[in-house]
Nanobody, 123 residues
Framework: QVQLVESGGGLVQAGGSLRLSCAAS????????MGWFRQAPGEERECVSA????????YYADSVKGRFTISRDNAKNTVYLQMNSLKPEDTAVYYC????????????????WGQGTQVTVSS
């Protein structure tokens, strides 16, 4: 079983930056597509970014494109989400997830999830 642990969330003012990290267990990390999802209270879980197993393909939601950057370091079993120019609308719990399939954006395709990390952006 894959275990995922997110870190890096916190409080930040609008316009600020945060970098989320997701550390994965095991030595098969490089075989997974990794995604970052977020969920605000009362709203549907949303895929904000995803990256293929070797980093050759990426996806960004329109709402974050140009502001967020996903990357991975397979040697460290870690995926990152650099978030710049943060907006109050970005406030949510952010989840790291892993999929054994080709890059996808639906949460149903990700069987492994981290515990989430809270990101709060103040105006």
């Amino acid at each position: 079983q894959v275990q995922l642990v997110e870190s890096g969330g916190g409080l930040v003012q609008a316009g600020g930056s945060l970098r989320l990290s997701c550390a994965a267990s095991g030595r098969t990390f490089s075989s997974y597509t990794m995604g970052w999802f977020r969920q605000a209270p009362g709203e549907e879980r949303e895929c904000v970014s995803a990256i293929s197993s070797i980093g050759g393909r990426t996806y960004y939601a329109d709402s974050v494109k140009g502001r967020f950057t996903i990357s991975r370091d397979n040697a460290k079993n870690t995926v990152y989400l650099q978030m710049n120019s943060l907006k109050p609308e970005d406030t949510a719990v952010y989840y790291c997830a892993a999929s054994s399939n080709w890059i996808r954006t639906g949460s149903q395709y990700y069987p492994y999830w981290g515990q989430g990390t809270q990101v709060t952006v103040s105006s």
